[in-house]
């Protein structure tokens, strides 16, 4: 384990809010909404639609230009496509879709039209998670989050994703805690800093990790669209009600955990499909705490 820093498990309580009540319908687990990129890269934001749904969000959409409409409707069934109309107006249209929760980042691109949509994404009042292009746009404008008020932000940078958005930082130390508190203090948001040791970190300075070395084959993780799974289930998650940190974290978790279930061979399209046994786990696991605690 990382020195000087928690390591992360899942709790009973979280554990009794991944399962599902029969008192509940697919409107209370949320709508995670995927917003694509160009047409004919949304490859990565349908891994990110897959990982969403199958950590239970209610809903999920793929919201696209009209170009992708066939692209993603070819690929999809349980996953909606919306389609928005031009770049002007999107956070209207976004918001009349009613997401619990948005991602922003896989395949996104990084031409005018993708900053124009990232731009009209971020002030929308709904939890965000930031991964890929969206980090690399942020990078050479970091204001645009510095300004924005939503608190519940999650940004999933690899290392050198990271070094974009802080190079000042890297010049300094090579401290992986050290470098997630300084991004997730100066954006004001979480930060997701992937690696061997994924750490998890808030912006008043708290931090979790989650150490890969316990898990047998965590290292396949190492593969194209991996990290757009997880980011999408950190949507899923969000959209499901759970806090920016806490889906980070409970994303990570479980991420690694389908590694280990899958094995040698992985691939990115595999994660999504091992996310139902490794949750069977978690809720048996925690069966009995689960039920010493009263359902709200």
């Not at 409409?69 to 879709?97: C, I, N, W």
Request: proline share 6%; hydrophobic share 40%; charged share 20%.
């Amino acid at each position: 384990m990382t020195p000087d820093i928690a390591g992360f498990s899942i709790t009973a309580d979280q554990a009794r809010r991944l399962n599902k009540r029969g008192d509940q319908h697919k409107h209370d687990h949320g709508h995670a909404v995927i917003i694509s990129g160009p047409a004919g890269q949304g490859g990565a934001a349908r891994l990110a639609a897959h990982g969403a749904l199958r950590i239970g969000a209610g809903l999920v959409s793929v919201f696209c230009s009209h170009q992708s409409v066939s692209e993603h409707a070819a690929r999809l069934d349980a996953v909606m496509v919306k389609p928005f109309d031009g770049q002007s107006g999107l956070e209207e249209q976004l918001l009349a879709l009613k997401p619990a929760a948005v991602c922003v980042g896989p395949n996104f691109g990084l031409g005018a039209d993708s900053r124009s949509k990232l731009i009209q994404t971020l002030p929308v009042p709904i939890p965000i998670c930031l991964d890929a292009d969206a980090i690399t746009l942020l990078a050479r404008e970091p204001d645009l989050i510095r300004s924005s008020t939503q608190s519940q932000v999650v940004m999933t940078p690899h290392e050198g994703e990271l070094r974009r958005l802080i190079p000042h930082a890297f010049d300094q130390t090579t401290c992986r805690i050290t470098l997630a508190k300084t991004a997730a203090q100066e954006f004001g948001c979480v930060v997701l800093f992937k690696g061997e040791t994924t750490i998890v970190a808030q912006p008043d300075g708290y931090c979790v990790a989650i150490d890969s070395r316990t898990f047998k084959y965590a290292t396949w993780l190492a593969t194209a669209g991996s990290g757009d799974v997880l980011s999408g289930l950190i949507t899923g998650l969000m959209a499901r009600g759970f806090e920016a940190f806490e889906a980070a974290a409970v994303g990570a978790h479980i991420h690694v955990q389908c590694a280990d279930a899958i094995g040698p061979g992985l691939i990115a399209e595999d994660i999504p499909h091992a996310v139902p046994s490794v949750l069977r786990r978690i809720i048996s696991s925690k069966a009995i705490d689960i039920e010493q605690r009263p359902t709200p």
